[in-house]
């Protein structure tokens, strides 16, 4: 279970440390409406495109980055209304099949269709196409290797529900309190 831990760890302080992209994101979406506000009294253009895509840029990184650690948390969406009212191994079998049917194969195919895009990005150092803009390069970069600790984490998922099924595994099967 080092490898689980490992993989916790490594969701939660990247989760973390993208959560912080979120102050940031209000900071620069905050002073773009101030200097749009100002506009109108310095008769200058306050605004910039790189502005406006460092907002969404900001936004896309920090939802990227914290997916492993929601997923880790458990925090993301569950569509089984079932699930809160099973026991340790019925939840382990949910988390088992959707980890291994659904979770580890989407993020790997998502990595392996972002990676030539990423690459070409930077081998063009791809910018964007508005006058002003910012690079796109990195955060096109980012994706592949954010779906990668995606997949790391629905792994460590996996290896998890599976040890609760191991036999002498700690078992509840009373239903959660949650139901």
Request: glycine content about 8%; charged content about 15%; overall charge negative.
């Amino acid at each position: 279970m080092a490898f689980v831990q490992l993989i916790d760890r490594l969701s939660r302080r990247i989760g973390q440390a993208a959560a912080w992209l979120g102050l940031l994101m209000v900071l620069v979406a905050a002073a773009n409406a101030a200097l749009g506000v100002l506009e109108p009294y310095t008769e200058r253009r306050l605004t910039h495109v790189a502005i406006d895509e460092a907002e969404w840029y900001l936004f896309t990184v920090l939802f990227l980055f914290a997916a492993p650690w929601g997923l880790q948390a458990g925090a993301h969406v569950r569509v089984d209304v079932l699930y809160s009212r099973l026991g340790v191994r019925g939840r382990a079998w949910i988390d088992l099949a959707g980890g291994v049917l659904l979770a580890v194969p989407f993020t790997v195919y998502a990595v392996v269709v972002t990676v030539p895009v990423a690459s070409e990005a930077l081998r063009i150092h791809e910018v964007s196409n508005d006058a002003g803009g910012l690079p796109r390069y990195p955060l096109l970069m980012a994706v592949p290797l954010a779906f990668g600790l995606l997949a790391l984490q629905g792994l460590a998922n996996v290896v998890r529900a599976a040890a609760a099924l191991r036999p002498g595994a700690p078992a509840d099967d009373e239903p959660s309190e949650a139901a």
